[in-house]
């Protein structure tokens, strides 16, 4: 779990409430920190012409966000292979009420293609190790889910 996430008073719409891009800058922002742990970052850039880019990211928008909510956000990955990782996300309301999730694929790219290209195997053996960790878990609610009208038509 990361530090509290701070909402900016620019972020919030006319509806009172945090618009929905915020929602993926605050998973951006607690991604960050558990990237950080497994290497990524600027200084990978910088020393490996590498790094990461979002395939794929599903939001779903549990309960509303308002200026002066304080929350915290979890980061587990689900699964991975040589060149990408599938990773779930939660925002967690200080009082405990999740308030949304985040689900995405991230793959490991070269910046001189650009091109996906597998992580060197020190970056892959931290995101094994996370990822065996994350493992004994219980799975989280909410990992796969589609859009689709298909349900109320019942």
Do not use: C
Not at 26 to 35: E, G, I, P, S, V
């Amino acid at each position: 779990m990361s530090t509290f996430l701070e909402i900016e008073p620019g972020w919030i719409d006319y509806n009172d409430h945090l618009n929905m891009g915020y929602y993926t800058v605050l998973f951006d922002r607690a991604a960050d920190q558990a990237f950080d742990k497994l290497g990524f970052g600027p200084a990978y850039v910088t020393a490996r012409n590498h790094t990461t880019f979002s395939a794929e990211f599903h939001v779903r928008y549990l309960r509303e966000v308002k200026l002066g909510d304080r929350l915290r956000a979890s980061f587990r990955i689900l699964g991975h292979d040589e060149k990408r990782f599938h990773s779930f996300q939660e925002l967690l309301h200080e009082d405990g009420w999740l308030a949304a999730t985040g689900e995405g694929m991230t793959l490991h790219v070269d910046l001189s293609g650009p091109r996906v290209a597998p992580m060197p195997v020190e970056i892959l053996d931290r995101v094994a190790a996370m990822a065996a960790d994350h493992a004994r878990l219980p799975r989280p609610d909410g990992i796969g889910g589609r859009i689709s009208l298909d349900r109320a038509r019942g």
